[in-house]
């Protein structure tokens, strides 16, 4: 078999919380505000989450998976405090260029969420954990790690915002997409190329014919929230495509707003 044919079929097994390292190769960090789509995803998701954090006087906000910086610089832009971390260098390069032609400098922390109290040593109204980030995450053991580590950083009283794909549906049903909310881009093609309950591998084929893949652990909302709830959290609402309420299998994404 050809080298490249077996690495690819190692990756299509591949469930492993720092798969992330691999999967998001320069090539791919730089489309990935095609697949974002910034204005689209502003068009979906609309003020919701400068609402949530308005309503709880939220200033100080991490947001951990910052990625190419969209919220972060949404957040900066309506005056939030923000610092910008990601377990990504290229990521975070990214963001800090997106910030730069937006006139705004970000300040930006490289760590992986299992070791921010290493990396951090201050305190946030607010931690965002956004884009269907926490789906990265494929041993029960990091999962709590990293929600104790965003949990160990919020002030008293402060609030985490943490999302995901609705895999409960796309288990259920297959998968489907309204494509409406968070990855808008038209110039993309995105669905997974193996579904099961252990390991969904999303495909993201670019107009250029470029190819790009992400496994992610699907985790289902109410175990989700569960955790949220072993770790500590409490007061967890779930909304679905940001409404508050909805049908278990409607939502493209469910939205985890819990309180420390
Ligand atoms: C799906 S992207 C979302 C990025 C951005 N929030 C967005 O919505 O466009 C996931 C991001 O989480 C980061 N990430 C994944 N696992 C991580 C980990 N264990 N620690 C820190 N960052 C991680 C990746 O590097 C990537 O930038």
């Known amino acids: 078999m050809e080298p490249i044919e077996k690495k690819r079929q190692e ?11 691999q999967q998001y190769q320069d090539s791919f ?5 095609a697949l974002i789509d910034w204005e689209g ?7 919701f989450f400068i609402r949530e954090l308005q309503k709880r006087k939220s200033q100080k906000v991490l947001d951990a998976a910052t990625g190419t910086g969209y919220h972060s610089v949404r957040l900066l832009k309506s005056g939030f405090h923000v610092h910008s971390a990601d377990g990504k260098q290229n990521m975070l390069a990214k963001a800090f260029y997106n910030g730069r032609r937006q006139n705004l400098l970000l300040r930006t922390i ?14 946030y109204d607010a931690v965002i954990c956004l884009g269907n980030s926490f789906t990265h995450l494929f041993d029960e053991s990091d999962r709590r790690k990293t929600l104790a580590e965003f ?28 494509h409406l909310f968070y990855y808008v881009g038209e110039k993309v093609k995105a669905e997974p190329e ?35 709830g072993e770790v500590g959290f409490q007061n967890i609402k779930t909304y679905g495509d940001f409404q508050e309420t909805y049908k278990k299998n409607e939502p493209d994404f469910f939205i985890h707003v819990a309180e420390k």
């Open 41 to 47: 995803r502003t068009k979906g998701e609309g003020e």
């Open 151 to 178: 949990y160990a950083v919020l002030k008293p009283q402060g609030v985490l915002i943490l999302d995901q794909r609705n895999y409960d549906a796309m288990l259920d049903e297959g998968f489907s997409s309204k």
């Open 11 to 21: 990756s299509r097994k591949t469930k492993n919380s720092n798969f992330y390292q």
């Open 29 to 33: 960090v730089e489309k990935w505000d």
């Open 110 to 123: 490289h760590s992986d969420w299992r070791a921010l109290t290493k990396n951090i040593h201050e305190t």
């Open 194 to 228: 193996y579904l099961a309950d252990d390991l969904v591998r999303f495909r993201y084929e670019f107009d250029d014919q470029s190819v790009h893949f992400l496994n992610m652990f699907p985790l289902q909302r109410d175990y989700t929230r569960s955790l949220l």
